[in-house]
């Protein structure tokens, strides 16, 4: 069984503070890791995948095999970084993806 | 490119009813997955579909079925509907293994009474 793991449902932060978004996985093969983001009235969009090793809006991630996790980092959050970030793995023959439940990142001004 | 378009936006059915949710994949993909998800919840898979064939399914009750139509759109029946299908419903197309990433739709809002 595939699951993921966002321990945090709401995080706050200030302005230009760093950020750490955490994302555990459990999964017996290789998986695909990926960050989606929700803003505010807008669609769940691709924020990130692991295998690309990019940078998005100031984002990383890193797969840590070892300690099956996907941290999402950014180390000045703005304010518009506020929204819904869902941690997903991708496992299994035909692609079947599991959301974690979602962490909300709060910006304080 | 429209990307994924879902319709309707929002719904409202009646206990026991039966309802059907339309979407339409971004162009050049191949691949619609379903999701559930309910208020304060991430999206749970419901079944994906490939070459009109449903391919992986999640852990969902045989009143929730679907189609895929050699165009790619998709379609997803829900039957005997219970106050507990209340969610939003999301489509994300994708080409194939959908390593590049999924596109989601806005989604439906199904509430039922």
């Known amino acids: 069984a595939q699951r993921v793991t966002q321990p945090e449902k709401l995080l706050s932060v200030f302005k230009g503070a760093p950020v750490e978004l955490k994302c555990n996985y459990s999964?017996?093969?290789?998986?695909?890791l990926f960050w989606y983001v929700q803003y505010s009235r807008q669609r769940l969009q691709l924020l990130l995948r692991h295998i690309s090793r990019e940078s998005i809006k100031g984002f990383t991630a890193d797969l840590n095999k070892g300690e099956t996790s996907f941290h999402l980092k950014k180390p000045f959050a703005q304010e518009e970084d506020s929204a819904m970030y869902y941690c997903a793995l991708i496992g299994g023959g035909y692609q079947k993806v599991t959301f974690g439940i979602g962490t909300k990142l709060q910006v304080i001004p | 490119d429209a990307g994924v378009t879902q319709s309707p936006t929002h719904l409202i059915k009646t206990r026991g009813q039966q309802v059907t949710l339309r979407c339409s994949p971004k162009s050049g993909h191949d691949t619609v997955s379903w999701y559930q998800q309910a208020l304060g919840q991430g999206p749970q898979f419901i079944f994906q579909?490939?070459?009109?064939?449903?391919?992986q399914r999640g852990n969902f009750p045989d009143r929730f079925s679907g189609h895929q139509f050699p165009n790619y759109s998709s379609e997803l029946n829900v039957n005997a509907l219970l106050l507990g299908d209340s969610a939003l419903y999301l489509c994300?197309?994708?080409?194939?293994?959908?390593?590049?990433?999924?596109?989601f739709g806005s989604g439906t809002r199904l509430t039922v009474v």
């Open positions: 579909y490939y070459e009109e064939e449903e391919r």
């Open positions: 999964y017996s093969g290789s998986p695909e």
């Open positions: 994300a197309s994708s080409h194939r293994r959908g390593t590049d990433g999924y596109t």
